[in-house]
Structures are given as structure tokens and as C-alpha cells.
């Protein structure tokens, strides 16, 4: 055995060897063998002792370089997979920008336009039809302003302007302006060095949390911090409200929350982050993201 594998892996060969000596077993172990032709063939070896002999033993190998050339393969895969759920996620933000500005451009100017119109009659006119303007105008009004956060709910253009923590301040205060909830922010450093595609998908995905939290959670107080690990942010959103039972919403997709849960763990590890979900009946719920500091994916481009 020794003749045909290669000096590093020797060492390994006689700590295995002396288990099978000692408890006449031992564990299978991962080496390399030299072949005729010089290539290093990826093996396998299980051993165990022969109770009819002593002194004897009996090796089982096994060539894995096929399956290691298996293992290579899925990995790019996983790669190619990772990289296009990237590219998925971009265009849908793209997709949302581009609507946002149709919104803005388009119909919120013609309804800025029609408004205006409407007053300008509105002022030429008396009688009992100056009631009835007032009426259209003020109707035309909730639809521009409709129109207007509409718009700034798809584009979120203080994410792009200010950064991550500042468009996570103004979601709080939009999300639960009329709600009985107390939320506390607290950020390390305001100015995050992310990339915009990390900023976008931490962005929706703290959204997905706080509006299931919203919907769900029948929480008092929410609070939401982050912190800097080496190369790595980590962000805490915990709630003090009724819980769930995790290995369920986790697992049964047939649940709103449930799918909202799985795609947070989705887009994060599309990233290279991770998500950890901790929650106990009546006793709260935590998840911590965990998303990196120094990604390279492509960001949208100039931002409007």
C-alpha cells in the first residue's frame, strides 16, 4: 500500500492501521492512489480484521474520483443557480423602478394636470355645480396621492438616495404610523458599505418580517439592530409577540407566513448570507440576517 501512495498521505495510512491493530476496526478514510501511469486516483478505503485469522485484514476500495467529479459539477450548478436568482431578483427591482417612474411621469402628471384644470373651471364657475367639482377635485387628489406612494413604495427611492438604514427608518414610519407598536432602530454605522444589490435584498426582506410581524405577531414592541462582524453585517429583528411554532411555519408552505419565511432564507443565501429563525410560542420570535459587506454582484446601474 505504501509503494503506491503518495508521501502525505502516509501518516493517515498508520493511524488507521494501528485502530484496525488495537480495536480490529476502524472508520472508512478518504486517500490517494498512484495509478501506472502516475495519476493520482481519489479512493475510498473501509478496513476490518477476519475473525477466522489472526493478524489478518480485509480492505474494501472504492474509486470515488467519478463521484468527485459529480460533487464539482453540482457545485457549478449551485453557482450558475445562485448567480441567475441574482440576475431574477435585479430584474424585478429593475421592474419596479420602471413602473415607479411610469407612475410618476405619466399618470400622476396627468392626474396633476387634470387637477389643476379642474380648479381653473372650478374658479370660473358658480351655482350648484361648484359643489360637485369640489367633489372631483378632491377625488382626483386622493388618486394623485395614491398614485404618489404607490410609486415610492416600488422605486423606494431613499434606499438608492440615503442608503439601507435611513429607507428602513422611513418604512417603520410608513408601516406603523397608525399602528400601537413601539419600534426601535439602532444601527452601529448609518453609512452601511453595502452593495446595492445587498442593500436591495435586505431592504425586501426586512419589509417581508415587518409586515409579517404586522400581520401576525400581535407584537407591543419590535426592536431591529446591526452590527458589524468582520466582513460580514449582521441584522436582529425581534418581537415580543405571541410566537409560533417553528418547525411548522418553516415547513408548511401552504402557510402566507411560512412562504414569506422561506423566500427571506431564498434571497439571503442568493447572497451569500444566511437567516436564523428562533421563536417560541407566547414567548416572541428573533431572526437574525446575516448578509456580506464586500459583494461583488452587479448593482442596478445609475439610479434615477
Not at 430584474?91 to 400622476?108: M, P
Not at 413604495?153 to 429607507?167: D, E, I, N, Q, R
Not at 397608525?178 to 442593500?199: G, I, M
Not at 408548511?252 to 428562533?278: A, N, Y
Request: glycine share 6%; with cysteine; proline share 3%.
Amino acid at each position: 500500500m505504501a509503494a503506491i501512495t503518495p508521501a502525505e498521505w502516509h501518516e493517515l495510512d498508520e493511524e488507521k492501521s494501528q485502530q484496525l491493530a488495537n480495536d480490529g476496526r476502524c472508520l472508512p478514510w478518504q486517500k490517494q492512489d498512484l495509478t501506472r501511469q502516475g495519476h493520482q486516483l481519489p479512493i475510498v478505503i473501509g478496513a476490518a480484521a477476519l475473525n477466522l485469522t489472526e493478524n489478518q485484514f480485509q480492505y474494501f476500495i472504492a474509486n470515488t474520483e467519478d463521484l468527485l467529479h459529480t460533487d464539482s459539477v453540482i457545485l457549478e450548478y449551485q453557482a450558475r443557480l445562485r448567480s441567475t436568482a441574482v440576475e431574477l431578483s435585479l430584474s424585478a427591482e429593475r421592474e419596479r423602478r420602471a413602473i415607479a417612474g411610469d407612475l410618476h411621469d405619466n399618470i400622476g402628471q396627468e392626474l396633476a394636470i387634470a387637477r389643476l384644470r379642474l380648479s381653473k373651471v372650478r374658479a370660473e364657475t358658480t351655482g350648484k355645480v361648484v359643489a360637485e367639482l369640489d367633489e372631483i377635485t378632491a377625488q382626483v387628489s386622493n388618486a394623485l396621492g395614491s398614485c404618489r406612494r404607490l410609486s415610492h413604495a416600488l422605486a423606494t427611492p431613499s434606499l438608492y438616495k440615503l442608503g439601507l438604514v435611513p429607507a428602513l427608518k422611513n418604512l417603520v414610519a410608513t408601516l406603523y404610523r397608525d399602528q400601537q407598536l413601539s419600534v426601535s432602530l439602532h444601527f452601529d454605522n448609518e453609512d452601511v458599505p453595502f452593495s446595492t444589490t445587498t442593500s436591495i435584498i435586505l431592504y425586501r426582506v426586512i419589509r417581508e418580517l415587518l409586515i409579517n410581524i404586522l400581520k401576525h405577531a400581535q407584537a407591543s414592541n419590535v426592536e431591529i439592530s446591526g452590527t458589524r462582524d468582520g466582513k460580514m453585517f449582521k441584522v436582529i429583528v425581534a418581537d415580543d409577540g405571541i410566537g409560533c411554532d417553528l418547525s411548522k411555519t418553516l415547513t408548511d408552505t401552504s402557510l402566507e407566513q411560512g412562504v414569506g419565511l422561506f423566500l427571506v432564507r431564498e434571497r439571503l443565501w442568493h447572497i451569500g448570507g444566511s437567516f436564523e429563525f428562533e421563536s417560541t410560542a407566547g414567548k416572541g420570535t428573533k431572526v437574525t440576517l446575516v448578509a456580506p459587506l464586500d459583494d461583488a454582484t452587479k448593482s442596478l446601474g445609475p439610479t434615477a
